[in-house]
């Protein structure tokens, strides 16, 4: 049988047992038949609610108006080391400016910039040899360097696999520019040009690791069938469980295809910067490393961006004896935090240990349990002033569950709390929402 991970979806390297040897063939049309071995109804298109919308472009402090704002537990960004990051922004040294700062910044990205991200990422990815600055790419964030990636390395029409639940801001990334689609696993195929395997590591939204083991099957899995790997480790120094070891990928010394290997992180999640705009890309091939230089054109990070940037990774003092051990010990107080609240209530909720979020599951309150259900409960939180991100925008093929962010100061989780009051009594009546639910924690 294969092994089935967590929402009941089988990943393609399990799913590779399960088909006779002799019927598997070769390449993308045998991936093609891994697909159909499951079939689904096809996601909704991923996108933000009207309201979702508006609590994401406002800023909804509770400490300015208290309530009118949303409490945002729906979008993954690290709030909790704020103060570190701006006494570290506000020192002399992020301040100088030189004229070159001032003018057209490599499309590449500046060169002072790019040794000291192979620096960086020699280290914290531990990689068996120095890494090549010129095998980085810098854009402006990791959903720019995914959208260029796909049109890159794909034809219109041609698609990833991605296994689910996943990140479903990929989805809306991969076909921007090259309308390149991504098919979970279990979904039914069709007829489309299969090019790559879509990785988050550590996952989003069940902040699992990747043992290395599974991580090699995976790249094994993508040689035999020649298909890219783009591994995104956006979460990589953000695993808080201190018995959990992350493997990156730039970490394995022969990878089985490295010219088909590439690697995607950013500071947004495990420095709490989003808005910095700052996404890279490492790769061995240098054929696709001179083609995503072209989009640093459109997709270039300032040259005043890209000097703090560098002064704050090159800080590797401040990183390793106050920044990350403080953001681990925060991240789990407010893991416990949160999880203890869900324990209490006899909510069911996975996490594995990294990432800024919990996985939950609501389908008890869910009457009967469908994804159309699940919208309505989703919008009950919606016109309560709480943003929760739903399962069916991550492509999970169970109703009823949702991603809560917990990298909150406790003052927001807190009126969190308080803004799931009982449904109304003319949804209760119409049978719509369990009525035992009263309030999410």
Request: charged fraction near 20%; proline fraction near 5%.
């Amino acid at each position: 049988m294969a092994q089935t991970s967590h929402c009941g979806v089988k990943n393609p390297v399990s799913l590779l047992e399960e088909t006779p040897v002799e019927d598997q063939g070769n390449g993308a049309e045998w991936v093609a038949r891994v697909i159909r071995l499951g079939s689904l109804r096809r996601r909704e298109k991923p996108g933000l609610g009207k309201a979702e919308r508006k609590a994401y472009s406002s800023r909804h402090g509770i400490n300015r108006k208290p309530y009118e704002g949303y409490i945002n537990l729906g979008t993954s960004e690290n709030k909790l080391c704020l103060d570190l990051i701006k006494e570290r922004m506000s020192q002399c040294d992020m301040n100088q400016i030189e004229d070159d700062l001032l003018q057209y910044s490599d499309w590449q990205g500046q060169l002072f910039l790019r040794k000291e991200l192979a620096s960086f990422l020699t280290c914290y990815c531990q990689a068996p040899t120095p890494l090549d600055p010129e095998n980085v790419v810098v854009l402006n964030g990791c959903s720019s360097v995914f959208s260029s990636l796909a049109m890159v390395l794909c034809d219109p029409g041609d698609v990833f696999l991605i296994p689910t639940p996943c990140y479903g801001g990929f989805a809306f990334s991969s076909c921007l520019y090259s309308k390149v689609e991504l098919i979970p696993v279990y979904l039914e195929s069709q007829e489309k040009k299969i090019k790559g395997l879509v990785l988050v590591n550590p996952q989003n939204p069940l902040g699992e690791v990747y043992t290395r083991s599974m991580l090699k099957e995976y790249l094994v899995f993508a040689k035999r069938h020649n298909l890219h790997e783009i591994i995104d480790e956006i979460y990589m120094l953000s695993v808080f469980d201190a018995s959990i070891t992350f493997h990156s990928v730039l970490n394995i010394k022969h990878l089985p295809d490295p010219n088909k290997t590439h690697m995607i992180w950013d500071t947004s999640k495990d420095f709490g910067i989003s808005g910095f705009r700052f996404g890279v890309l490492y790769m061995h091939n240098k054929e696709v490393a001179s083609a995503m230089r072209a989009f640093g054109y459109l997709h270039g990070v300032s040259g005043i961006t890209q000097f703090k940037l560098c002064q704050l990774l090159q800080d590797r003092e401040w990183i390793n004896q106050l920044y990350l051990p403080t953001n681990h010990s925060r991240l789990r107080r407010a893991y416990l935090y949160v999880t203890k609240r869900l324990e209490k209530l006899k909510v069911p909720f996975f996490n594995g240990g990294s990432g800024l979020y919990v996985w939950i599951n609501l389908r008890a309150y869910l009457s009967p349990c469908t994804f159309e259900q699940e919208q309505i409960l989703c919008q009950c939180f919606q016109d309560n002033k709480l943003l929760l991100s739903r399962g069916r925008s991550y492509m999970c093929k169970e109703p009823g569950w949702f991603r809560l962010v917990f990298a909150e100061d406790q003052l927001q989780l807190k009126v969190g709390e308080c803004c799931c009051p009982l449904p109304s009594p003319d949804i209760q009546q119409r049978g719509l929402i369990n009525s035992s639910f009263t309030r999410l924690f």
